[in-house]
């Protein structure tokens, strides 16, 4: 098995949690590649140095089929790694280094019982679906794939006139500060605290949730995946932008996208081989009283 190590910097990285991965990887003997920016880190912080036969870079491109993405940080981390992924389709997993940590498999504390599970091939994974952007994108964008969600907002003071049409069908025009479209998986991030429904993993639908809408009636829309969803927006004054996962790009005043379920899944790690619903309940912590 082949481990693909990915990381970026901004995290606050422990030197002993750094040498647990190495010691990790060693036990195992498990044939590795590392990114650069990540490879540098482990060497200023516990003098691991990485040959350059075993260093990646920007994007990832592994023809092994045994290869699994080994993501170390927060839940930003991990949808960095799937951006880099492009069409690769290795499964992903996350070690969480951050602070919620909706995606990740296990905490930093559990490496070794992380690494444990991969060499016995008794981690389970479970089948994510992506969405597919095309339209007004900008040039040279590396991936229009997202995997928690796209969304279009305002960028100043004016307010986004947005028409959401699903199957060519109208549904509404919103007018306020912009509009989300998440998968199963995006409806616990941006969506959740814009004031979408909260959707398991295994649901086939999207979530279309507005952004401080200026007609209050506008409420979130669950539809099927199956379906082709266009939004024609008209921004006021200045550009609006766009956002797939963590990234951001420059949109123009008048635009028009089309998001559908992409083609290919990614193949995620279930945290200790526990349910959504158990991992929901501990991330909420719903049911804790706060006067104890």
Known sequence: MKIILFSRRGLAFRAEELVLLREAIADFEFDFAV???????????????IPAEQLYGSTIDIEDAE???VCYGGDGTLLEGVHRLGNNRIPVVGINAGHLGFLSSDSRKGIKRLFTALYEGTLRFEERSLIEVCGDLPE???TALALNEFSIQRNGAGM??????????MVATSHGDGLIVATPTGSTAYSLSAGGPVVAPACACFVVTPIAPHNLT????VIPDTSRIRLKIQARRSEPFLTLDNRSYAAPHSCEFTLK????????????????YDTLRNKMMWGIDPRN
């Open 67 to 69: 290869a699994t993405l």
């Open 140 to 142: 040279g964008l590396d």
């Open 35 to 49: 990114n650069e920016e990540f490879a540098a880190i482990l060497n200023e912080q516990i003098g691991w140095n």
């Open 218 to 221: 506008m409420r979130p829309v």
């Open 261 to 276: 379920k992409a083609e290919r899944p990614i193949f995620l790690a279930v945290p200790h081989n526990i349910s959504f």
């Open 160 to 169: 986004l006139s947005l028409e959401l049409f699903v199957d060519d069908q």
